[in-house]
């Protein structure tokens, strides 16, 4: 049984970036839809987890975990695969969808079957699909988890590096922000200081929005950033 650091392929002793970087690496190359499979990519999802969780080289991995188990789903008896059941999800859920390719592809954020076409986009995972925002994290924190290099340059409200537009669902903001109240009241929010308070979709990556484009300060001026 592989150990939740065999199968990010990292070092033991790896910090938190390179754990990070690994998982973001392992996600692609197992997704389902980049050629993967299912059991592979819930492995990788299960040993960050794992790792997240405080699990140390040395503990013991459960019997029953599909973590690193090439075999796993799979009945010793008759060879048959049985289908995986994946943890019950935590948190609200979040459907997201990249700026970028929806600009490509010349849809509006005003479509109402935006996230329709979306789903049958066959897009990248990183470019569309969904997960749990938990109830201690942002937007962003959650994106993060997921293994996604969503932009920031601040996290605290003031650069809009990280803007969304929240096309479905209720995501409040905090009082201090840089938004002015007509981008607010248009649904535009900032992914590092909010979270969702229902399911949502939101489209991330909108600083390239000109109305939001007005109001951005470079990364650069932050010191810790993953925006261009
Ligand atoms: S990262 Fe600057 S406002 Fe969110």
Same mark, same amino acid.
């Given at each position: /049984? ?26 692609? %190359? ?14 990788? $999802? ?7 969780? &405080? ?17 796993? *789903?799979?009945?010793?008896?008759? &060879? ?14 979040? %459907?997201?969808?990249?700026?970028? +390719? /929806? ?14 076409? #979306?789903?049958?986009?066959?897009? #990248?995972? %990183? ?19 997921? &293994? ?17 537009? +929240?096309?479905?669902?209720? /995501? ?8 002015? $109240?007509?981008?607010?009241?248009? *649904? ?12 949502? $979709?939101?489209?991330?990556? +909108? $600083?390239?929005?000109?109305? +939001? ?9 932050? %010191? ?5």
């Amino acid at each position: /049984m592989a150990s939740p650091y065999e199968i990010l392929g990292v070092d033991p002793d790896a910090d938190e970036a390179e754990i990070v970087d690994a998982y973001r690496e392992r996600v692609k %190359e197992t997704h389902p839809d980049q050629g993967g499979s299912t059991e592979a990519f819930l492995a990788v $999802k299960t040993a960050f987890e794992r790792i997240e969780n &405080g699990w140390e080289p040395g503990d013991a991995v459960p019997e029953d975990d599909i973590a690193g188990d090439p075999d796993a *789903g799979t009945d010793a008896a008759d &060879g048959t695969t049985e289908p995986e059941q994946p943890p019950e999800p935590e948190g609200v859920k979040v %459907e997201y969808l990249n700026y970028e +390719v /929806m600009a490509d592809r010349l849809w509006e954020l005003t479509d109402d079957d935006l996230f329709e076409k #979306a789903a049958d986009g066959g897009l #990248a995972p %990183e470019d569309y699909g969904e997960f749990y925002v938990r109830d201690s994290e942002s937007l962003l924190e959650a994106a993060e988890r997921q &293994g996604y290099a969503w932009p920031f340059a601040c996290r605290g409200g003031a650069c809009t590096n990280c803007a969304v537009a +929240v096309v479905e669902g209720e /995501m409040p903001s905090p009082s201090s922000h840089i938004l002015p $109240k007509e981008l607010h009241d248009r *649904g535009i929010r900032l992914s590092c200081i909010v979270a969702p308070e229902t399911d949502a $979709k939101i489209v991330y990556n +909108v $600083k390239h929005l000109p109305a +939001v484009q007005d109001l951005l300060l470079p990364a650069s001026r932050f %010191e810790a950033s993953s925006t261009d």
